[in-house]
């Protein structure tokens, strides 16, 4: 599968952004998804994950109440709704894909397969 992300931007603080990762390829739905982020002079760190059918999420504890993950496999497509957004937010942002035939969720980079070219959030005022 190949993925694509977009959506990112500059927004000031206690913005928002809606980050979309278009997939194409093979069937989304058999693929569990993640967002991911690297911060300037940082190492990639997880940011949310989503099972296959969109049942199941799990997020950072930096961005829990904040950000939302979410999918349609229909328009093979995973969004991630970034609120209040804060400058330790700015970071480059991937979207990640695993294939899977459980409902499991993957919490570490090492365990995705895909991976899109990511998109720049850079929240400043």
């Known amino acids: 599968v190949q993925l694509q992300a977009s959506g990112g931007g500059l927004v000031q603080p206690g913005g928002s952004l809606r980050l979309s990762c278009a997939a194409s390829?093979?069937?989304?739905?058999?693929?569990?998804a993640g967002w991911f982020r690297q911060a300037p002079g940082k190492g990639r760190e997880f940011v949310a994950a989503i099972s296959r059918a969109g049942t199941r999420r799990s997020y950072a504890d930096s961005v829990k109440g904040r950000f939302t993950i979410s999918r349609d496999n229909a328009a093979a497509r995973a969004f991630l709704q970034m609120g209040s957004l804060r400058p330790e937010d700015t970071a480059v942002y991937f979207c990640a894909a695993h294939w899977t035939v459980t409902g499991a969720l993957h919490l570490t980079e090492d365990e995705y397969d895909y991976w899109g070219q990511g998109t720049q959030v850079t929240v400043s005022s």
């Open positions: 390829g093979r069937a989304f739905s058999s693929y569990g």
